[in-house]
């Protein structure tokens, strides 16, 4: 069943303590089509609550007719902000933007982030924000394991399927994705509750299977057959298997974009708030799937976008790809084992 304004209001209001939004401070809520009512209902309720201004820009939405689905992740890179001026400075001049229409992977995110601005992206269904409302402990579990990932100068990960990939790190910076952005300058995504970085340019190499129950998105689909990527100097090289290996090589192909291949973030999930099998029960486009990439354990690596992380591509294809049951060690000190994660990490 839905979740009641009553609830939301309050998962808002523990989301704005923790974001210390303060009295007489000016939130903007970015929306568009598409945006949850409720969602957007219940959050000016909590904003007016802490005695902020509560403004709202709705933009028109962009790329509707070239993405192969409504997911806003299906195509990102351009948005509704791109060459439209007025309204950047309209987010840029606010303490808090509240997002609910999806501004990940673009340039003005950046410039808004750079400007001291702090964006929150929050549109997932009202029920499953309600259920990862974030806590501090989630900010203490993402920020302990950081302090590891940040340490370390190889990432590798295998599977009983065949899985034993590796990535030099340290050119780039952590993606500690927990719920609340607390300090200026920071994006983060409620729900969420994984850790991420992106592989040094030109060294992911070896070889990820997906084995059945491993996921794809924006696709939302569980494989149900092996999909096997080599990867070689930073790019998925080839993408071998059955017709869902066809499918995710149609789509990536659609973008004629060769950076479309590129390996992207590489982390793992650390929300137990999070669930595998909810992808199971929701329409494909009634989520963006952040059970699957926050779910404890997993090990989520993606193609595509690093300009997140101040690098150079902003293809507009990002494919996010959460697998169970592998091991992820950093410098070979394991953090994630057999799809569990290895306590306090
Ligand atoms: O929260 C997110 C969502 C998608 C993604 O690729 C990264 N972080």
């Given amino acids: ?28 809520l970015l929306t568009s089509l598409g945006s949850n009512e409720q969602t957007l209902r219940c959050a ?7 005695g902020a201004i509560a403004n709202r ?3 028109q939405p962009t790329n509707g007719a070239l993405s192969f689905s409504r997911d806003p992740l299906a195509f990102v890179g351009t948005t509704p902000l791109t060459n439209n001026r007025a309204a950047v400075e309209m987010l840029k001049a606010s303490d808090l933007v509240l997002d609910l229409m999806t501004l990940l992977f673009s340039a003005e995110q950046h410039e808004i982030l750079a400007a001291g601005g702090r964006i929150l992206l929050a549109v997932e269904p009202p029920e499953v924000l309600v259920r990862m409302t974030p806590t501090m402990e989630d900010r203490e579990r993402v920020l302990a394991a950081s302090k590891k990932l940040q ?71 569980y494989v149900a057959a092996p999909i096997t990527c080599h990867l070689e100097k930073g790019f998925v090289r080839a993408i071998e298997g059955g017709y869902e290996a066809d499918h995710l090589r149609d789509y990536m192909e659609s973008f004629n974009d060769p950076e479309v291949y590129a390996v992207s973030h590489i982390g793992w999930g650390m929300q137990d708030r999070a669930h595998w099998s909810v992808m199971g029960f929701y329409d494909r486009e009634a989520s963006i799937g952040m059970d699957s990439r926050a779910c404890s354990g997993n090990f989520l690596w ?19 790809i ?24």
């Fill in 1 to 28: 069943m839905p979740v009641s304004d009553f609830e939301l209001v309050q998962a808002w209001r523990q989301v704005l303590t923790l974001c210390r939004l303060e009295a007489g401070q000016t939130v903007t």
């Fill in 44 to 50: 000016v309720l909590a904003v007016r609550e802490k």
């Fill in 302 to 320: 993606s193609t595509g976008p690093n300009n997140e992380a101040g690098g150079t591509r902003d293809t507009a294809c990002h494919i996010d």
């Fill in 151 to 221: 340490a370390a100068k190889v990432m590798r990960v295998t599977s009983a399927a065949g899985t034993d990939a590796s990535f030099a790190l340290g050119d780039y910076p952590m993606l500690e994705e927990y719920g609340f952005v607390d300090a200026p300058g920071r994006w983060d995504h409620w729900p969420s509750g994984f850790l991420a970085t992106w592989s040094n340019e030109g060294s992911a190499e070896g070889k990820i299977v997906l084995a059945p129950g491993d996921i794809l998105l924006p696709q939302k689909s």
């Fill in 322 to 345: 959460p697998m169970r049951g592998c091991t992820v060690t950093l410098d070979d000190v394991p953090v994630v084992k057999d799809g569990r994660l290895v306590e306090n990490t």
């Fill in 57 to 59: 820009l709705d933009l």
